[in-house]
């Protein structure tokens, strides 16, 4: 099979849970098929339609399309930000689409023809909005109007609870407008399915589940003499230094005065300084910041802790935790969308006295703590590998290439190497595998939010009815 996938950036490195999340599955798709990569970068980073990318994409074309984009925090990025508040499409499908990226795809797909093309993110797909030759498979990793819409709900300043409001409304329609367009949307959790069928009536949503590289952390052994408290993740994404800042203020002090030699250490990318100047001088913090290799700080912990009270999407994080056999501590928010039990494979809890009391014990009661950890590295080895999450994934391209085939009637085949991967073959490879919609079986499902059209997380007034906004 001929693929060629679109994403805004490189998705090497892979720095965020997205890109870890596409980059596991893009190189089992590159072993087994002809990929092609395109996607924006910085004059800098651009080495040519050959660029392979430090080894980390083998066998894979990547094709660099060179943009010039305004740091987060520059005029540039605040006047882009203001022209955004009048346009009607949302802020990041705004900014991401790109004049010269458009015209590269296209010429690409004429080129190559490709058997199917993947957009990755929903605020890309106006990079591809011209394509109507070729299959098209959204890979959507968040409801992204849930997470503005929460951000309003969070954010500290009625300024910025306006700006997050407004786009939650803007990608409410935008989400509604474009997924009717593929021909496939993969989700990555039954729970984001749900809200795309109840939001926007879509038919056509399929599920897979997230993975983790089990490899790159066999050899990780958690340090259950130790009372450190770890949390890994990107802290320039608003969500964790939120959700860090709260635990460091409302949950922490009650862990200290219970474990008075408690370490949190906070590790992720580009901490604001204003965020260590925040939580630096509460005794017991240590903020690492970025780092090239997050495994040494698993094996110095004792307990990992997520807690987060706004995003959307799941969270990789969580699988990368439990590989190792380190047990974790979440909020509902945090493991939303994961299959996985409280008391079975982690522990959680929103109260902040819960919270606090869940982290004591695994900290005090190291038998209890290790079978807990043990159980949940059992659990995410035995069913979420790279492979099984990949091969799913290859199941939904194919599915999406026969339902454009039966929409157009203008038949694609598939190559050897992709219908070798049966129905048969897929349900084997986990008890929930499937070419179907949906990927988590619902013995495993934790119950989800209510949420409707008219009010996502109690801050969208959309009415189901209100027609689309052009973008």
């Known amino acids: 099979m001929k693929i060629l996938f679109l994403s805004k950036w490189h998705v090497l490195p892979a720095d965020t849970g997205g890109k870890i999340r596409t980059l596991q599955i893009l190189r089992w798709l590159a072993k087994h098929h002809e990929l092609h990569l395109v996607y924006n ?21 990547c094709h660099s399309v060179p943009t010039q984009t305004p740091p987060r925090g520059s005029i540039g990025f605040w006047i882009a930000l203001a022209r955004s508040i009048l346009h009607p499409a949302p802020f990041n499908a705004y900014k991401d689409r790109d004049q010269a990226l458009i015209r590269a795809v296209q010429q690409l797909c004429h080129r190559i023809d490709p058997d199917v093309v993947i957009c990755d993110f929903v605020q890309t797909a106006l990079n591809c909005e011209q394509l109507n030759r070729w299959p098209i498979v959204l890979f959507q990793h968040n409801v992204e109007a849930e997470i503005f819409a929460r951000q309003a709900a969070r954010a500290p300043h009625a300024t910025w609870r306006a700006l997050f409001a407004l786009n939650a ?35 056509h949503i399929y599920v897979i589940d997230t993975a983790v590289d089990i490899d790159y952390y066999k050899n990780v052994q958690p340090d259950r003499q130790s009372h450190r408290v770890l949390f890994i993740g990107g802290l320039d994404w608003v969500p964790n230094p939120h959700g860090v800042a709260h635990f460091c203020h409302h949950i922490w002090p009650t862990i200290r005065r219970a474990v008075p030699d408690a370490e949190f250490l906070i590790v992720g990318r580009n901490p604001s300084q204003a965020f260590i ?80 009391q869940a982290v ?13 950890g043990a159980q949940a590295a059992e659990f995410v080895r035995r069913n979420f590998s790279a492979d099984i999450v990949a091969r799913q994934f290859e199941g939904h391209l194919i599915a999406a290439i026969r339902r454009f085939a039966a929409r157009t009637g203008a038949p694609r085949s598939c190559p050897p190497t992709t219908t070798r991967v049966a129905q048969a073959d897929l349900e084997s490879a986990a008890p929930w595998a499937s070419t179907t919609p949906g990927g988590v079986a619902a013995r495993h499902r934790l119950a989800a939010p209510e949420l409707d059209g008219r009010r996502i997380s109690g801050h969208l007034d959309m009415k189901a ?4 906004e052009d973008a």
């Open 169 to 203: 409304r803007k990608m409410l329609r935008f989400e509604r407008r474009m997924l009717p367009r593929f021909d496939a949307v993969i989700a990555i959790s039954e729970r984001d399915k749900s809200l795309f069928e109840r939001l926007y009536d879509s038919r």
């Open 277 to 356: 100047d925040e939580v630096s001088g509460i005794p017991g913090v240590r903020v690492i910041g970025t780092v090239p290799d997050t495994r040494p700080y698993l094996a110095a912990a004792a307990v990992a802790v997520v807690p987060l009270y706004m995003g959307g999407g799941t969270r990789m994080k969580i699988y990368e935790y439990m590989a190792p056999g380190l047990p974790v501590v979440s909020t509902s928010l945090g493991c939303e969308g994961l299959p996985l039990r409280h008391g079975e494979h982690l522990l959680v809890a929103d109260d902040d006295q819960a919270f606090a």
């Open 465 to 468: 009815e209100d027609e689309p």
């Open 360 to 372: 004591i014990r695994l900290l005090t009661d190291r038998r209890y703590a290790t079978r807990l």
């Open 41 to 61: 970068a910085s004059p800098d980073q651009t080495k040519g339609p050959q660029e392979n990318t430090h080894g980390g994409l083998p066998g894979a074309v």
